[in-house]
């Protein structure tokens, strides 16, 4: 089981929304540097969304390389279409990642049954580590945990990332799925008590930012060190919050470029940070002493 501070990675672009391959590099060497627990390649914080699907595939593979067994690497092959979902899975087997991370199909609503197909669909076509994901923000479709304790009895369903922000999930499905079932939050500003309270790690947008402090966090909530944690989290709190200023990725995008990690591509629909929001993020990041 893979524990602690996974980072979601963005993926860097040029000016004119190509995939740079030579930031990309900076980023997964910067991160093992820093000292994060594993990577996610082309999670929806990394444009999913508009990545078609040789460029997604060659984050992945990019991402494998550059990482060179150093830190494991968790590939992002969710799709609203099961096909297409098998067809990205399959791809980031044969690159070599490590576990993939599935988010729920977005838009088309599918009912709890759906969804339960959908994942046991990928599963079985695919024999490699799979993470369920649960944003229902983002998709307008929330997996219940009754879903997820169902779906945690096939044996390469192995965990979820559950972004939903109610921390009584940790409980609810954890008795519903077991121990060895892996919980990740996806919601930075409740990570710290979602770890306290049994889950194992954070799949995170701030990591890409903060990604030591992040980690050392993280790692202290898992350990049970209340004190430790809380004093790390109230330098990270203004990042969870401001890091979401607009739609992500956009303000951490803006906060990596600032950092001079990459340059300031990102890709429509999506635009750069408004001028009005570049204010609050700088301040974040230099409370978590990043700048």
């Not at 997604?56 to 991402?63: D, L, S, W």
């Not at 609503?109 to 339960?116: A, H, I, M, N």
């Not at 009584?168 to 990740?184: C, H, K, M, N, S």
């Not at 004093?231 to 956009?250: K, T, V, Y």
Request: with cysteine; net charge negative.
């Amino acid at each position: 089981m893979i524990k602690g501070s996974i980072v979601a990675l963005v993926t860097p672009m040029t000016d004119d929304g190509a995939v740079d391959d030579a930031s990309l590099r900076r980023l997964v060497t910067f991160h093992i540097e820093q000292g994060s627990d594993a990577l996610v390649a082309v999670g929806t914080t990394g444009e999913s969304a508009t990545l078609d699907d040789d460029e997604h595939c060659h984050v992945i593979e990019a991402v494998v390389d550059y990482a060179a067994g150093r830190i494991p690497v968790i590939a992002g092959t969710g799709a609203n279409c099961t096909r297409e979902a098998i067809a990205l899975t399959r791809r980031a087997k044969a690159a070599g990642a490590d576990a993939c991370l599935l988010v729920t199909p977005y838009y088309n609503k599918p009912t709890q049954e759906g969804l339960y197909l959908h994942y046991k669909a990928v599963a079985e076509a695919v024999d490699i580590p799979q993470i369920l994901y649960n944003v229902p923000g983002r998709t307008g479709c929330d997996m219940l945990p009754e879903t997820v304790g169902r779906l945690s009895a096939i044996d390469n369903i192995v965990g979820i990332k559950e972004a939903t922000g109610k921390l009584e999930r940790v409980g609810q499905i954890r008795d519903l799925t077991g121990d060895e079932f892996a919980l990740y939050t996806g919601d930075d500003a409740t990570s710290m008590a979602f770890c306290l309270m049994g889950g194992h790690g954070s799949i995170t947008v701030t990591g890409n930012v903060a990604p030591r402090l992040l980690r050392d966090m993280i790692h202290a909530a898992l350990l049970g060190d209340r004190t430790t944690a809380e004093a790390l989290d109230a330098r990270l709190q203004g990042l969870h919050q401001q890091l979401f200023i607009q739609s992500n990725p956009i303000p951490v995008k803006w906060a990596v470029a600032e950092m001079g990690l990459m340059g300031k591509g990102i890709r429509l629909p999506l635009t750069w940070l408004s001028d009005d929001c570049i204010a609050p993020v700088r301040t974040a990041m230099k409370q978590a002493g990043v700048l």
